[in-house]
């Protein structure tokens, strides 16, 4: 891990170089005692980088993640197996500049916390079920202040509900078959989804399979792209006065498995995108202060 000071002994008068350091810290932990076992696991990790902009002021940057989940899985039967796990996520990147006596503050957070339970069973045959469901709770928040006044205030906190089960099948005539449907409900906007899945594929002989998947997805957060760096980027919900982005996608392809050591893929896919969000760039800011929306 650098610290502070090494990008500054590299600096010159000729060659100036800014302040920079970062670090990532991450384990995980696993125990098990018959048929249960649990795990847990955690990530750290973030960049700061200072500019000195000598008379004319300082900008500091620092952005990073944690990011914390444990799970207990326990075998309910020789063919049925159950987990449960919970975790949770932030993103925080916060900009501090001062330019001519000026200061300029931007905060940016994105936050989730999910709960998630499965069920895994394989069935005699060649059948294997999963079912189960997800709950995640998002906490969005963005703020510019300027000068010391705040001119972009902005908070959220939906939720998002889902159930989902997939049914893979494998026959001895070498032809896998997977089929899926996962419903979501969003409490921002008040909608509800049904995502259909489908992928096969199946072996034709000489080394060769074939293969194809299709699906219904939609997209209700937005990336808010910055022209700067990417850690000024941000994500919002697409609210109520919006339609998200839905697409379909379908892949077709080819597998070439000539030994154990080489295979050879070729696939092509088709999209159809809809409901495309753009952000409108010529809004003025005041129009997002004191738009703090807290279930």
């Given at each position: 891990m650098p610290s502070p000071g090494c990008a500054d002994a590299l600096s010159t008068a000729e060659s100036p170089l800014p302040s920079y350091y970062f670090?990532?810290?991450?384990?995980?932990?696993?125990?098990?005692?018959?048929?249960?076992?649990f795990e847990v696991g955690g990530y750290l990790g973030r960049d700061v980088i200072g500019f000195d902009l000598e008379d004319e002021g300082n900008i500091d940057v620092g952005w990073g993640n944690r990011v914390v989940s444990g799970s207990y899985n326990r075998v309910l039967g020789e063919t049925l197996m159950g987990t449960?796990?919970?975790?949770?996520?932030?993103?925080?990147?916060?900009?501090d500049a001062y330019f001519f006596g000026t200061s300029v503050v931007v905060n940016n957070r994105l936050r989730d916390a999910t709960l998630r339970g499965d069920l895994d069973w394989h069935g005699e045959g060649s059948h294997?079920?999963?079912?189960?469901?997800?709950?995640?709770?998002?906490?969005?928040?963005?703020?510019?202040?300027?000068?010391?006044?705040?001119?972009?205030?902005?908070?959220?906190?939906?939720?998002?509900f889902s159930l989902y089960a997939d049914d893979q099948w494998r026959a001895r005539t070498g032809t896998m078959l997977r089929l899926g449907l996962r419903s979501r409900y969003i409490t921002e906007g008040d909608r509800f989804?049904?995502?259909?899945?489908?992928?096969?594929?199946?072996?034709?002989?000489?080394?060769?399979?074939?293969?194809?998947?299709?699906?219904?997805?939609?997209?209700?957060?937005?990336?808010?792209?910055?022209?700067?760096?990417?850690?000024?980027?941000?994500?919002?919900?697409?609210?109520?006065?919006?339609?998200?982005?839905?697409?379909?996608?379908?892949?077709?392809g080819g597998e070439y498995t000539p030994s154990l050591r080489y295979q050879m893929s070729i696939e092509g896919y088709y999209s159809d995108l809809k409901n495309l969000?753009?952000?409108?760039?010529?809004?003025?800011?005041?129009?997002f202060v004191t738009t703090q929306k807290r279930s």
């Amino acid at each position: 891990m650098p610290s502070p000071g090494c990008a500054d002994a590299l600096s010159t008068a000729e060659s100036p170089l800014p302040s920079y350091y970062f670090y990532d810290l991450n384990g995980k932990f696993v125990t098990r005692k018959d048929n249960d076992w649990f795990e847990v696991g955690g990530y750290l990790g973030r960049d700061v980088i200072g500019f000195d902009l000598e008379d004319e002021g300082n900008i500091d940057v620092g952005w990073g993640n944690r990011v914390v989940s444990g799970s207990y899985n326990r075998v309910l039967g020789e063919t049925l197996m159950g987990t449960i796990m919970l975790s949770g996520s932030e993103y925080e990147s916060t900009t501090d500049a001062y330019f001519f006596g000026t200061s300029v503050v931007v905060n940016n957070r994105l936050r989730d916390a999910t709960l998630r339970g499965d069920l895994d069973w394989h069935g005699e045959g060649s059948h294997r079920v999963r079912t189960g469901f997800q709950a995640s709770v998002f906490d969005f928040w963005y703020q510019q202040i300027f000068n010391k006044n705040e001119t972009v205030g902005y908070g959220n906190r939906p939720y998002e509900f889902s159930l989902y089960a997939d049914d893979q099948w494998r026959a001895r005539t070498g032809t896998m078959l997977r089929l899926g449907l996962r419903s979501r409900y969003i409490t921002e906007g008040d909608r509800f989804y049904l995502e259909p899945r489908l992928s096969a594929s199946q072996v034709v002989g000489g080394g060769w399979r074939i293969k194809g998947a299709a699906g219904i997805y939609n997209q209700y957060l937005q990336l808010v792209a910055t022209e700067g760096f990417s850690f000024g980027d941000f994500y919002v919900p697409i609210d109520e006065t919006a339609t998200p982005g839905r697409s379909v996608q379908v892949v077709l392809g080819g597998e070439y498995t000539p030994s154990l050591r080489y295979q050879m893929s070729i696939e092509g896919y088709y999209s159809d995108l809809k409901n495309l969000v753009t952000f409108n760039n010529s809004a003025s800011p005041t129009l997002f202060v004191t738009t703090q929306k807290r279930s």
